[in-house]
């Protein structure tokens, strides 16, 4: 799988630079109608977010118009699949500049599913284009909705399956759960993109051009809207990292206990397969799974609440649900906080991540021997205390990222 990742950037480059040399030698058909979708695919990369599935939803949409044009006002476009990658590519660079000048520029792997999945596009369309096929089709009415439907459908699980291969090969999470996750994305924002897309075709093949202003608009206010939101869940999930670490400004935990405890569940959450909604509460309740410690006289030693007796433990865990409970988190985060002590068959999946990592990070110690006699415990615990499936992929996650505490590494 490793492979992967250079093959398809490299097979968005060879896509890129063909199909730019192509246009430069044959010439730019319709220039006006290029120079406008690639105005509108720059509009949408300098709008971009800062994260997401689909970070530039408007020059997403931009592109997959182009690739879907097989009229202007009436008149044949004729500007085939090279002139569609070419604009597509030259509006996403253009965008990206400013982007770029801050240090914040789209990922190589952004920029290779943005290529690869225009060309799809325009190679399942433009032919039919300039065969003359659309045109039939289109005095038919239902046929040309029914063809273009299919072609959104194919074009979305083309882009969700780069997604996916992408990520893997990235970061070496299964794959199956990362397709899931992709797919469930595609009823989101890859809905509105697909649906842009296809009705900006259309009215320009009726109107012109001047249906472009009028169909970006409602997508750029709603990506810059999106925008707004992604900044309120950056501070929400700093707000609630600050409160976690009020157990250790206060002596209670270790430094960083609750930060490598998070980000390693969520690691396991992934290797697990839980989807992405269920993992923000994993992270959020790993983050806070110690707070309950504040309200304690006498701290726990060192903060390791894996060598208390289970007792103290569900004690401990339900004061940290209370505590949670006041703090206006999801009433989710409580539950996984609350039953994190519980004897493992009775809790949910994101408890028994907590509870398996935050024992190994209590028990594994500085070094990588020790790492090795935490997991081995935990391995010893499964017959009661820890789920096996949990600790296996806590294992595996080990292995793969080679998670050191001593460096300060944890697993992406």
């Known amino acids: 799988m490793t492979l992967i990742g250079p093959f398809v950037r490299g097979a968005a480059l060879a896509a890129g630079a063909g199909s730019l040399g192509w246009t430069l030698w044959h010439g730019v058909t319709q220039p006006g109608v290029a120079l406008a979708f690639g105005v509108l695919v720059a509009v949408g990369e300098v709008a971009r977010r800062p994260s997401g599935r689909e970070p530039a939803p408007l020059g997403a949409a931009a592109a997959l118009a182009y690739a879907l044009l097989g009229q202007t006002a009436g008149q044949p476009a004729g500007h085939g699949v090279a002139q569609v990658v070419t604009v597509a590519v030259a509006g996403a660079l253009a965008g990206a500049v400013p982007h770029l000048a801050r240090g914040r520029g789209p990922g190589p792997d952004q920029v290779a599913r943005r290529v690869l999945t225009t060309a799809f596009a325009a190679l399942c369309w433009q032919p039919l284009a300039a065969s003359g096929a659309v045109p039939a089709a289109a005095a038919q009415g239902p046929g040309h909705a029914l063809l273009l439907a299919l072609l959104?459908?194919?074009?979305?699980?083309?882009?969700?399956?780069?997604?996916?291969?992408?990520?893997?090969?990235?970061?070496?999470?299964?794959?199956?759960?990362?397709?899931?996750?992709?797919?469930?994305g595609l009823l989101g924002i890859g809905s509105a993109v697909c649906a842009t897309g296809a009705v900006m075709a259309l009215s320009v093949a009726v109107a012109g051009l001047w249906a472009l202003p009028v169909l970006a608009l409602p997508l750029l206010v709603t990506q810059l809207a999106f925008g707004r939101y992604a900044a309120v869940r950056r501070t929400y999930r700093q707000t609630i990292a600050c409160l976690a670490r009020a157990t250790e400004v206060a002596g209670y935990t270790p430094p960083g206990h609750a930060h490598r405890v998070a980000v390693l569940s969520r690691a396991v959450g992934r290797e697990l397969g839980l989807p992405r909604e269920d993992l923000t509460v994993l992270e959020y309740a790993a983050l806070m799974h110690d707070i309950g410690q504040l309200s304690l006289v006498d701290p726990v030693r060192e903060g390791a609440t894996a060598l208390l007796p289970p007792e103290e433990q569900r004690?401990?865990?339900?004061?940290?649900?209370?505590?949670?409970?006041?703090?206006?988190?999801?009433?989710?985060?409580?539950?996984?906080?609350?039953?994190?002590?519980?004897?493992?068959?009775?809790?949910?999946?994101?408890?028994?991540?907590?509870?398996?990592?935050?024992?190994?990070?209590?028990l594994s110690g500085e070094t990588a021997q020790g790492g090795l006699q935490a997991l081995e415990h935990l391995r010893l615990g499964t017959a009661r205390d820890y789920h096996p499936a949990v600790v296996e992929a806590l294992g595996r996650v080990l292995a793969r990222d080679g998670y050191v505490r001593v460096a300060g590494r944890v697993p992406g």
């Not at 997604?163 to 893997?168: D, I, K, Q, V």
Request: hydrophobic share 50%; proline share 7%; glycine share 6%.
């Open 152 to 184: 959104l459908v194919l074009t979305a699980l083309c882009d969700a399956v780069l997604a996916a291969l992408l990520h893997r090969a990235r970061t070496g999470h299964p794959y199956g759960p990362l397709l899931r996750d992709e797919l469930r």
């Open 315 to 362: 004690r401990i865990a339900l004061l940290g649900g209370a505590v949670v409970r006041q703090t206006g988190v999801p009433a989710d985060v409580a539950v996984v906080v609350e039953r994190q002590a519980d004897p493992y068959r009775a809790q949910p999946p994101a408890a028994r991540i907590v509870r398996v990592v935050n024992a190994y990070d209590d």
